[in-house]
């Protein structure tokens, strides 16, 4: 454990420091032109240029450094190019700090009906309006610099688990290639990063191969995919664990897709220094509240008459300020209000949380600082039972 510097301001190339070590787990933060991502980070989803049922201060004032957009539902409205002439995706969301975009892969293999993948590329049917379009290795990272993004990920195959273990190796060999690609279309970007994307499914063997080939080509960052897609978290997690020692401690490990409080911690004990993930918002739009107390199903009608708030010692509005009768009402009577409440609570929990893993890291106690928060969920679950 090292003591945590103080973290530095923008610069004009992408950088990456570790600052403090606790085992496995990092606390550090990256540099680039468009602000400093503190990491261990937890990126918002802003799929469509829009973090759902948030404005852009919201997200900001919460302590989120930077957003995720999606290549795929960008390139199909409002359109690449257009986004291009409109100034680009910060412009166009008013977002001023970094912005990582994933390249659409993953949404090509789970939204389109009609797909058809070869080692071209994929050729797909828009889930919006049936227009056929074809996306390569080339014309992902070519949307992704339309966009204007800080952060870009090589176009990939993803495989649900699961699988055949050759189908698993065969879409991990199809990345590859096309990580050497989009390496090349990406070429020499400074203040910008393209990151590679491991896959090998659940065969650990297969998921080493891929990292050791990935780190040959020196890109600036390397992501974990084709997880969180309906395994165990235990798989999950010997996963990480078999690829962890493979990539290089001086750049930073994106893990995609994840997930729970319960999954960010566990990640980010085993080195860990990026997530994004739709649930806190998508559980915000259905009722479902993240807090330190657990979690809150304000659809249950045992909060109608519920005075209290989520969580009196927040210094998130949605949380301190409002009662759970109130919510559950909103909730119950399917009112926009408490969609923006309760994802504005579940984001300010997940950034809190994520300061709260930054600052036990530098302080060498990690293990300890887990063990509270999962004992307080399990208080509170026993509380109403």
Known sequence: MTPTPEIPGPTDDFRFRVHATDGAARTGAITMPRGTIRTP????VG?????????PEQVRALGADVVLGNTYHLMLRPGAERMARLGGLHRFMRWDGPILTDSGGFQVMSLSSLRKLDEQGVTFQSHIDGTRHHMSPER???IQGLLGSDIQMQLDECVRLPAEPKAIESA???????????????????GKALFGIVQGGDVPALRVESAKALVGLDLKGYAIGGLAVGEPQAV???MIEAVEPHLPAGKPRYLMGVGTPDDLMRSVARGIDMFDCVMPTRAGRHGLAYTRHGRVNLRNARHAEDTSTL?????CPAARDYSRAYLHHLVR?????????????????????MAGLRGAIAAGRLA??????????????????
């Open 41 to 44: 980070a937890f990126m918002p």
């Open 47 to 55: 799929t469509a240029a829009t973090v759902k049922a948030m404005y």
């Open 140 to 142: 992902s990272i070519e």
């Open 172 to 190: 991990m060999h199809l990345s590859l290639r096309w990580a050497e690609r989009c390496r090349a279309a990406f070429g020499e970007q400074p």
């Open 236 to 238: 999950m997690l010997a």
């Open 311 to 315: 969580d009196e010692t927040s210094t």
């Open 333 to 353: 009577s399917d009112e926009i209000l408490g969609m923006m409440l309760l994802t504005w609570n579940n984001l300010a929990y997940y950034q809190d949380l």
């Open 368 to 385: 300890d600082f887990c063990d509270e928060t999962r004992a307080g969920w399990a208080r509170a679950e026993g509380a109403r039972t």
